[in-house]
Nanobody, 125 residues
Framework: QVQLVETGGGLVQAGDSLRLSCAAS???????MGWFRQAPGKERDFVAA????????NYADSVKGRFTISRDNAKNTVYQQMNSLKPEDTAVYYC???????????????????WGQGTQVTVSS
C-alpha cells in the first residue's frame, strides 16, 4: 500500500516560484508518478508525470517550459518545480501513483490508483 503526502503550496505573486514535494510511505520507485490540479468548480486536470526510471517526462501544454517534475529514489519523493507562476495556476495540486502495467505515461486521472490529500497553490496578480 502507498500513502502520499504533498507539501510546499502557498500564496505567491505572479512571476514567483514554488517547489512542491510528494513524500511516499511505501515504495513508488517502480511506478509512474503524476501531478494533477483542480481549480474551484473545474475538473481535475493533468499537469505532469514522470516514468518509472525518472528519465522520461510528460507535461500539459499550459505548463510546458515553466514546470519541471523530478524524483529522488533515495528519499522516495517526487517534486514539481513551478516557475513563472500565473494566476491561472491557482488550484489544489495532487500527487498520484499509477500502478498499472502500461508501457507509456498515462494522463487520465482514472489511470492513477493512489492519491495524496492535495496542497493549495494561490497566485495573485
Amino acid at each position: 500500500q502507498v500513502q502520499l503526502v504533498e507539501t510546499g503550496g502557498g500564496l505567491v505573486q505572479a512571476g514567483d516560484s514554488l517547489r512542491l514535494s510528494c513524500a511516499a510511505s511505501g515504495r513508488t520507485n517502480g511506478y509512474v508518478m503524476g501531478w494533477f490540479r483542480q481549480a474551484p468548480g473545474k475538473e481535475r486536470d493533468f499537469v505532469a508525470a514522470i516514468s518509472r526510471n525518472g528519465y522520461i517526462t510528460n507535461y500539459a501544454d499550459s505548463v510546458k517550459g515553466r514546470f519541471t517534475i523530478s524524483r529522488d529514489n533515495a528519499k522516495n519523493t517526487v517534486y514539481q518545480q513551478m516557475n513563472s507562476l500565473k494566476p491561472e495556476d491557482t488550484a489544489v495540486y495532487y500527487c498520484a501513483t499509477d500502478t498499472g502495467n502500461s508501457v507509456t505515461i498515462r494522463v487520465s486521472p482514472y489511470s492513477y490508483d493512489y492519491w495524496g490529500q492535495g496542497t493549495q497553490v494561490t497566485v495573485s496578480s
